[in-house]
């Protein structure tokens, strides 16, 4: 993957759910992709990862993609542990 910039704005698009439900994530910016990525991995349901895609310097990434940013080396925030990984590999085979 080429050079990616986490400290730029991004806005998150979660995937639509098929039942509408209170409290539903909606879209949301933010300051920096960092932040927006570990948002999309670390918090938001599973059923609205899966169809998620951020939007960076007017480039699309989809789930598949986001999860590989968040996984990089070059990702600059701290990862959740264990806990998380486990979500990770649950979306993974869901997918």
Excluded: H
């Excluded at 986490?6 to 509408?20: C, D, I, M, N």
């Excluded at 409290?23 to 933010?30: E, L, N, W």
């Amino acid at each position: 993957m080429a050079f990616f910039d986490y400290g730029a704005a991004a806005e998150l698009f979660p995937g639509r759910q098929k039942v509408r439900m209170i409290g539903a994530v909606t879209y949301k910016r933010f300051a920096a992709a960092g932040e927006a990525i570990r948002y999309a991995v670390e918090v938001l349901p599973a059923s609205s990862f899966l169809g998620a895609f951020l939007e960076v310097n007017e480039e699309r990434f989809d789930s598949n993609e986001i999860r590989r940013l968040y996984e990089s080396v070059e990702y600059p925030l701290s990862r959740q542990p264990a806990a998380n990984r486990d979500r990770l590999l649950s979306v993974r085979r869901a997918s």
